[in-house]
């Protein structure tokens, strides 16, 4: 077994850290106080409102029709057939005209959702409409999958295909309608988690340049076939003025269909991730691009606003602050 395939199986069978395994003990969320005066949530949107389209190969097509369930109590759903996405706006007046799209993780066979949908009133606060992506599930029956299948399926890399097209629909669609929620097209991304990192990384990596978001987050989760992915060259090749006076040169030019922005978090003591994030980073660094990375000292896999101690709490703060420093802060 290559020694990636550790960490990516533990995403797919929903690893997370004690802290995290389905939200925040009942400490952490007394701690989180989130005022809702500024923020205004709109009903869900499907997202495939006449029926998504095939994916060749998608598990999901191999069980029994199931239905989507809240598991126990802390808002942890299963077998998602319907996507659609959550829009929590900035008060009128509010709003920055940017907008960040959020994916839940849960090894694509659940989606931690509560504290996304928490993340998206944060952003909504702070004037940044959040909309949060409900992706289609593997169902969820009876006994978890063997190991020897789920090794299977990480090879084919197909439990995230119905997760991604959803994501990348959804985003076409939020951009259609950009005016009707008070953002610009132009400043719409994507931040994901765990699995939905695989989602954000591979929706940044479309082929199409035109279908990307414009700037992209990798919290503990990263695209699963990140050695795969051709990446475009990040600049244009140097002048020779540039190569003879490197220290003075200017900056080199952005190569047409360069990928978007993207900021990288991850603690280093966890296990899940730990070998294919830094990986994807340093593909990323050898192609010429230059993202924010974070690495924490400790807070596991599955860390989110929730205040848990360590300095992971600080990461959507710094999220915010790196959106500014590359030109998606307030207009």
């Not at 047409?256 to 280093?268: D, K, S, V």
Request: one cysteine or more; hydrophobic letters at 45%.
């Amino acid at each position: 077994m290559k020694p990636a395939a550790l960490p990516l199986l533990a995403l797919a069978l929903g690893v997370l850290a004690p802290q995290a395994a389905f939200g925040a003990d009942s400490a952490g969320q007394q701690g989180l106080e989130i005022s809702r005066k500024a923020v205004r949530t709109l009903p869900p949107v499907a997202i495939w409102p006449n029926g998504a389209p095939a994916i060749a190969g998608w598990p999901g097509y191999e069980h029994p029709p199931v239905r989507e369930q809240i598991r126990g109590d802390d808002g942890v759903i299963i077998n998602v057939t319907d996507p659609t996405y959550e829009p929590y706006l900035p008060a009128t007046g509010r709003g920055t005209g940017s907008a960040v799209i959020i994916a839940p993780g849960g090894g694509f066979r659940l989606l931690d959702i509560a504290p996304c949908r928490e993340l998206a009133a944060w952003f909504a606060e702070r004037g940044i409409a959040a909309f949060v992506l409900k992706y289609r599930l593997e169902p969820t029956i009876g006994d978890r999958k063997t190991m020897q299948a789920l090794l299977w399926e990480l090879r084919r890399n197909v439990p995230g295909k119905a997760g991604v097209a959803d994501g990348m629909e959804a985003l076409r669609q939020i951009r259609a309608r950009a005016s009707d929620y008070a953002i610009a097209p132009d400043r719409i991304g994507v931040i994901g988690f765990s699995a939905g990192g695989h989602v954000a990384g591979m929706m940044a990596a479309a082929s199409d340049p035109a279908t990307r978001p414009d700037f992209a987050g990798l919290i503990y989760g990263m695209p699963y076939e990140g050695d795969l992915i051709e990446l475009p060259p990040a600049t244009l090749p140097p002048t020779l003025e540039a190569l003879a006076s490197p220290f003075t040169a200017p900056p080199l030019t952005p190569a047409p269909g360069h990928l978007p922005p993207t900021f990288m978090a991850m603690a280093q003591d966890d296990k899940a991730a730990e070998i294919g994030f830094r990986a994807y980073y340093d593909r990323l660094y050898a192609a010429g691009y230059r993202p924010e990375l974070h690495l924490y000292q400790r807070g596991g896999h599955g860390f989110s606003i929730r205040p848990s101690g360590n300095t992971t709490d600080r990461f959507a703060e710094q999220f915010v602050d790196w959106m500014r420093v590359v030109g998606f802060g307030a207009d």
